[in-house]
Each structure stands twice: as structure tokens, then as C-alpha cells.
């Protein structure tokens, strides 16, 4: 037993003196081969796109509307007040420096100044145009844009689309700038690798990947045209009009929003896509402005017991519930219980995806949507007319309101709801709005266009104190 051990026990040190030499030159094979054979990475690719990433800062102001002070509490502020002295707490506010107060002609309104940071992508390196959100650039007195390589340039704004969150500016007297290859975001598919590029928190060129977690996302109350890619790629505060690129570094959207109850990032970015980016910044490159068509319908989105219902095979496309009047879907012959469920042969899946596809598209284009009706299928060709500057019924927001025609009001460093007419004896007239007032807030919440108003009224209250500007008054009118 004991020379069968001395035997197991050489036999293993032989070996083991065996097994040492092979493992250091098997070492130092693997360590020759990483060095020739390149890992994996998006470092090629990143070199060539990062150029065409810019850091956008914004100075600007915002005005601010006052409220004014009630008659009964007025005695308690001016120049003799206790509250107006020096070391008072309230001595800086407006009701100590003359606004504010009812019939004193004290301001209604102040300037708020402020900072902001985003990004943006240089998408025309001849003209120096940088696509980036609206709300980055939005009430901008001064806008300086800071590429890659550190140069900083001042910039004007070429065009803005408040509905769809796009704005396109211009590098003054820029030059050497790199232009992104924009992509075909018809082409994505769910599960497409993304990467995405910015400025979060004012750091720098920052970038993230991920994937595309869905497509065509609507419902998010954050733009009027919603039709978003969804990503998983982390996207921050500053990275609003950055790029979300493919693995080939083409643009395939903008970064514009996220889903995130505390601020930060949870995995839920949303990106305008790139073809809708291509239709609005052409047309404010020749307009200055997004001269968008419409098809003049109303509708929802086609579920499976509204299918079921109306008797329609599909399962996903827009119901068409309204045709307006002279609209080019009345010209068209599309009628009220049509379903549509292609435009030019792209699949419509929602009633969203169709306003948000047409929104993007100007004035005169010709299209053909593929609809069913009474269950069989059929094409019809549509030619877009001029929008109507989305004026609706307030009836159709509200029914305690209708018989006004409403519009968004956008003038004046001044947003909120205009009405554009009201019905002679109707409940708008009724409660007493009156034609041009613009409605500024409800209840204490201010309003900036009709889908706010919408959302606030879709809540029911109870009693609504309707905050209006008529002429250079600002008063309340109530309903309960």
C-alpha cells in the first residue's frame, strides 16, 4: 500500500511539472491572439457619429402671468404697508411693486428669465443644420451650440413645431461640421439594437444602447403627434434632441422623452422617429414653419370588441367615427364607420399612428389608404388640405361649454385656447365667453393649448373658474 501511494504521489508531481509549462504557453497564445484579433465594439462606429452630436445651452425668458389681487386685500399692500417694508419677506413679490393688483394697471404679466441645456444633431453640414426638440429651444433669446471638438457656435431658429416636439436651427458661420446619415425608421423592428447619444445633465457627450422596446407608442400626453420609438437605452435629463442611432450609426429618431417617476432613468425613452423628422424639417427649411395637411376626421383606435361590433375582420387600424364637412376625407368618399388600416401600403395600427403619419406631411400630398368597409377591403386616394388650425366645438371638450369654436393661441409671448366664435344663446354664451378670449387656465391650472384643456376637462370637476384674457383685462368666469 505504501509504494502504490510513493507511485500516485510522483505520478502526480510529474504531471503537475507537465501541466505548468503548457498552461504559460497557452497563456501566452490566447495573449498573442487578442492582441491581432479585434473584440467586439461600437468604438468604430461611435468615431464616426459622435461629430454630428451637438450640446445645445439656452438662455431665454418665459412670461408669467399674474394674478390679480383681490379688491379686499388690497388696502393691506403698498408703499405704507407693514408687508412692503424693508426686511419683509414680501417686499420683492409683485403685489409690493405695483402688479397684481385688480383696476391699479399694475402689470399682469412678468418676465422669468432662465437656462436651459439639451442636444442636437447636425443633419446639413453645408447649412449648418442641427435638428433638436422644441422644448430645448422654445422662448430662446440665445442659443450657443458646442460640437464634439469643442468649438462653440451661436445659432438662430429656422423653424418650430410646438405639435410635434421638432426644431430646426442654424449654426452661424459654421464650419468642418459632420452630418448624420439619417435612416429609414419604417424599416425598425422590435428588438433592432439602438444607441443613444447626448448631453445628459450638462456632462457631455454621453453614450447609451439598448433596444427597441416597441414601436408606434401614443397615449403619452407629452406631444399632440405621438407615434414614438420606444427604447431601453438609457436616456436623461439633457438628452432631449439627441440622436438614437442604429449599429450602422444612421439616425433612426430623436430623443425626446422618458418615462421616469422620479426624474431619472427607469429604461423607458421615447424617440421621435427619423422619417418623421425628415417631413417636418423640410418643410420648415422652405417655409420656415410646419405647413401640415389634414384629413378632417375624428376617430379612436380599432379594438377587438369594437371590431367585433361593427363586424370588421382586422384587429388593429383607425376607426373613422366623424368625416367633416369640404374635408379631404369627404372628397374622398371615406365615410363615418370606415376602418383604416394602410396609408401608401404601410400598415396603420392605430388611430395615433394615422394622425401622427398625415401630421407630418404638408399641404397638397397625395397619398392612397387602404380601408375596409362592410367588411371588404378597398384604396382610396386622398389629397391633403390645409389644416384648420386644429379649431374644434368646445361641445366636443366639454359638453357644459359647446356652441364655441376653439383654436390654440400662440401670440404675444402669450399660450392658451382662443375662441374663435360663439353661439348666440348656446352655454358658452351662456356662462359669457365671448369671441377672442383666450382661455389661460382652469381651476388654477394653467393651460397652454387645447389637448391640456382636454385633459383637465375629461377629469369632470364639478366647478370650473375658466382664468380668461379679454383684450388687456384678465378675469374669471364660473360654472358650477
Known sequence: ?????LVLSALAMSIGLAISPLSASAAETASSSTSTRQLPSLAPMLEKVMPSVVSINVEGSTTVRMQHMPQQFQQFFGDNSPFCQDGSPFQSSP???GGGAEGNGGADTQQQKFKALGSGVVIDNAKGYVVTNNHVVDNAT????????????NAKVIGKDPRSDIALIQLKDAKGL????IADSDALRVGDYTVAIGNPYGLGETVTSGIVSALGRSGLNVENYENFIQTDAAINRGNSGGALVNLNGELIGINTAILAPDGGNIGIGFAIPSNMVKNLTRQMVEYGQVKRGELGIMGTELNSELAKAMKVDAQRGAFVSQVLPKSSAAEAGIKAGDVIVSLNNKPISSFAALRAEVGSL?????MELGLIRDGKPMNVNVALQQSTAAKVDSGTIYTGIEGANL???????????????VKAGSAAARIGLKKDDVILGVNQQ?????GELRKILDTKPSVLALNIQRGDSSIYLLMQ
Open 446 to 450: 394653467a393651460i397652454a393649448n387645447l
Open 142 to 153: 440665445k442659443i450657443q451650440v458646442q460640437l464634439s471638438d469643442g468649438r462653440k457656435f
Open 95 to 97: 403685489m409690493c411693486q
Open 407 to 421: 383654436s390654440n393661441y400662440d401670440a404675444k409671448g402669450t399660450k392658451g385656447v382662443k375662441v374663435d366664435s
Open 178 to 181: 459632420t452630418a448624420i446619415k
Open 362 to 366: 404638408p399641404v397638397g400630398t397625395k
Open 1 to 5: 500500500m505504501k509504494k502504490t501511494t
